[in-house]
């Protein structure tokens, strides 16, 4: 079953999103021509970052880029012509091929490995389609699927921004929402306020004493003495020293209280956040990719932390800056003020076309940032593969290109940064002689005094700069807006039940589980379980038996209530689980999972992570009874030995024991052994089997295993087809009875023969 996150793929029944799909299809795509199937790829250009969408209509496969608002054609190709299509995997991306009826091979496009399963989904309908003329099977939005295309502005969303598109999410709502975690620190944010009111004013002070000095101590058509005038220079000096001291000592007392308002509010985001990743259901996981939660977590939080203690107050800062200035020139001379403002407005424009160019090349610098971090952590972490299949060269080549796009596009950011910057600077200049200009004249017709002209030269200075930084600004905050809703789009994801007030509590459960009529599907309208109902009476042993695939792992998966059933009811003591308080629940549980999970971290410590206090002899008991003490002392340090990374210097068998060790010093009233001793030799086995007989007494235990061997001491056996039910009873009924149970006992038994004679 192919699990679908429909991030890439154009939901086909919404009708909005079709309709402006066919909007920038406009002359491409004819209005009668079917869509069958739009799909985005986040590579262009063969390597680089971009857009492309893979269209299929009854008629032809098509290819088109954005380009300058519309789409454009790369690739067109009548589906007469067109054998079939494949989806290709490569390390960090995937290729999507298709194979023309004179045998020749061409590649439609690229995509980073995140949109491997559309693309596969993709290449499959196409597949489909040319075969048996099947339209590929619509796919139910839900909230699952991600808007490609925003329903508010028709843009298109790239799919890495997970939905939120970043020209429309409600800044000032957004904003409110960052500064409501400010609202704790409502003194110190006041104070800062006030710093900065404060702080403001004593800026606006020092231009003015120009016009003092100017038009008083070296205008000598006034009557001071020379004395006079130096008393009043060395005054003005002090002062204006004195403001300094002041503005700078207010900066700082600002850039402390930001810095910890800052740092605090991050703090809390990142800790509800934290909580709330724990609190999460798994189905939650099952949608996301751990690497996008992770770069939530780090890149996310950060980006808010800049938010709340640069660009914030940055924005507070200029704005009122602005505004103060405005005001002042406007009392000294309106007339000046308004040759100071003519160029405003196009600096203004210019900054923004700015802005946005440079946008667009730093944001594919950052893409390609990612890209390449992407390569180099996915091929790390697949060292080993690497070097088995002897594709190191590969790599290296693989990596120089990414390498080489990275640096194009470093360089081409920062040329558009040296090309654009000093025009800006040029613009800005112009207001300033406009000043000297008129002002001057007005100087020489005696209108002004030239202690005026001074001061409004010097407020000009401080003019400028915001006018140039706030639409900067402006789309830095956008961005870390769309940090910041990101995050709370995690904060407002539904939470697992651990609150929930009307649970009931049962401090001891008996053990009796009773699965009645339950249906279950990961995507709700592909169901894994079909109306599967068994009983288990307390400290009874269950036998799961069944193919991959058959949903044994599943059945767990919903006892333990990591999802909730889509139909019937699981009851434990006759209670509906989902009634239960789910710590009673999990606390009673011990779980021994298929891939057993070690964290990083010595063995001691992954023995007793469900029981952080056990004693070191509560933990050696645990591993002799999982037979686990001998391996464990013959490590170097015993029970102090790191496992290493997600336990990878340990082997398998010694995984599982270790878990076993886990369960056992859980004392769960529950116990669920999920391929427990699957990479274990025969030997070993037999003794694990030995002490797990001793742990299941009086346990309810559910067991799972291949090797059917191994469940001859379960009291029932459940056979599992396809996620129903065929099969339930004793060994020997099931023996009896010759069906299903008995073919696999048949199959197994011949295997083990053959290996006897062949090894
Ligand atoms: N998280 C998931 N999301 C979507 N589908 C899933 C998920 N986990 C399992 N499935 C699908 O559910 C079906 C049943 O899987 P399950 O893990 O229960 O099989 P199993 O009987 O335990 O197999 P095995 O013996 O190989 O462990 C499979 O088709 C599988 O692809
Ligand atoms: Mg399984």
């Not at 590649?107 to 399963?117: A, F, K, V």
């Not at 999990?586 to 990083?600: A, C, K, Y």
Request: proline content about 4%; some cysteine.
């Amino acid at each position: 079953m192919v699990k679908l996150q429909k991030r890439a793929v154009l939901d086909l029944n919404d009708s909005e999103a079709v309709a402006a799909m066919r909007e920038r299809l406009n002359g491409v795509v004819g209005g009668d021509e079917e869509l069958l199937l739009c799909a985005a790829a986040d590579i262009a250009d063969g390597d680089r970052f971009g857009e492309r969408w893979l269209v299929l209509t009854p008629e032809r496969i098509l290819v088109a880029e954005q380009r300058n608002g519309s789409m454009e054609p790369i690739v067109q190709l009548p589906l007469s012509q067109v054998k079939s299509a494949k989806a290709e995997t490569l390390v960090g991306a995937g290729i999507l091929e298709v194979t023309l009826d004179d045998g020749r091979r061409i590649e439609l496009l690229r995509y980073t490995s995140t949109l491997n399963q559309e693309f596969a989904w993709a290449a499959r309908s196409i597949d489909e389609f040319l075969r048996e003329r099947k339209k590929p099977t619509p796919l139910v939005s839900e909230d699952e699927g991600k808007k490609l295309i925003c329903p508010n502005c028709k843009g298109i969303i790239p799919p890495w921004l997970e939905g939120v598109c970043p020209r429309c999410i409600k800044k000032s709502k957004t904003l409110r929402r960052i500064m409501s975690y400010a609202t704790p620190y409502k003194g110190l944010c006041a104070l800062a306020v006030a710093i900065t009111l404060v702080q403001l004013g004593v800026d606006l002070i020092p231009p003015y004493f120009n016009k003092i000095l100017l038009d008083g101590v070296f205008n000598f058509n006034n009557p001071m003495t020379m004395p006079e005038r130096g008393r009043l220079l060395l005054l003005i000096v002090l002062a204006m020293a004195g403001l300094r001291l002041l503005g700078t000592g207010l900066a700082s007392a600002r850039g402390f209280i930001t810095a910890w308002l800052g740092a605090k509010v991050t703090y809390d985001v990142r800790a509800q956040l934290y909580q709330y990743l724990q609190r999460l259901s798994l189905r939650f996981y099952d949608k996301k990719q751990t690497g996008n939660l992770i770069s939530r977590m780090s890149n996310d939080t950060n980006n808010l932390h800049w938010l709340v203690v640069d660009m914030i107050p940055d924005l507070v800062v200029n704005s009122l800056q602005l505004v103060g200035i405005t005001a002042v020139l406007l009392w000294m001379n309106w007339k000046l003020t308004i040759f100071v403002l003519l160029p405003a407005p196009v600096v203004a424009v210019f900054s923004v076309a700015f802005m946005r160019r440079l946008h667009r090349v730093y944001g594919k610098q950052w893409h390609l940032w990612a890209r390449m971090h992407e390569v180099i952590n996915n091929v790390l972490s697949g060292i080993k593969i690497v070097k088995a299949f002897a594709q190191e060269e590969q790599e290296v080549k693989r990596f120089s290109r990414r390498n080489t796009d990275l640096f194009s596009a470093q360089v081409r950011a920062e040329r558009t940064w040296a090309a654009m910057w000093p025009p800006m600077a040029f613009l800005s200049g112009l207001g300033g002689l406009l000043v000297w200009l008129f002002g001057g004249h007005q100087v020489l017709d005696g209108s002004i005094t030239i202690g005026v002209l001074m001061a409004f030269i010097g407020y000009l200075g401080m003019f400028y700069g915001p006018i140039q930084f706030l639409p900067r600004l402006n789309d830095w905050i956008s961005r870390s807006l769309t940090a910041a809703e990101r995050i709370f789009e995690v904060l407002d994801s539904e939470p697992e039940a651990y609150e929930d007030p009307n649970a009931v509590s049962i401090p001891r459960i008996e053990g009796r589980v009773e699965f009645r009529n339950v249906t279950f599907g990961y995507d709700k309208y592909k169901p894994v379980l079909h109306n599967v109902s068994f009983t288990v009476e307390p400290g009874k042993m269950l036998g799961l038996v069944g193919h991959s695939g058959a949903g044994k792992t599943t059945v767990i998966n919903l006892l333990c209530r990591f999802y909730d059933v889509d139909e019937g009811q699981i009851l434990i003591d006759g209670v509906d689980i989902r009634k239960l308080k789910l710590e009673d629940l999990r606390r009673q549980i011990g779980i021994v999972p298929q891939d057993p999970f070690l964290f990083s971290g010595t063995v001691a410590e992954n023995i007793s992570y469900g029981k952080p206090h056990a004693t070191r002899d509560e933990i050696i008991r645990a591993a002799i009874a999982a037979n686990a003490h001998d391996f464990i002392m013959q490590m170097p340090d015993g029970y102090d030995s790191q496992v290493g990374d997600r336990g990878g210097r340990l082997s398998g068998g010694e995984k599982q024991m270790i878990a076993i060790a886990r369960a056992i010093l859980h004392n769960p009233r529950i116990l669920i052994l999920d391929e427990a001793t699957s990479s274990m030799d025969s030997e070993t086995e037999k003794r694990i089997q030995e002490a797990l007989a001793r742990l299941v007494e009086s346990r309810t235990t559910f067991a799972i295993a291949h090797r059917l061997s191994t469940l001859k001491s379960a009291d029932h056996l459940l056979v599992l087809d396809h996620g129903r039910v065929v099969e339930y009873g004793t060994h020997e009924e099931l023996m009896e009875k010759q069906g299903t149970y008995y073919r696999l006992v048949q199959i197994q038994s011949e295997l083990s023969r053959s290996i006897a004679v062949g090894g």
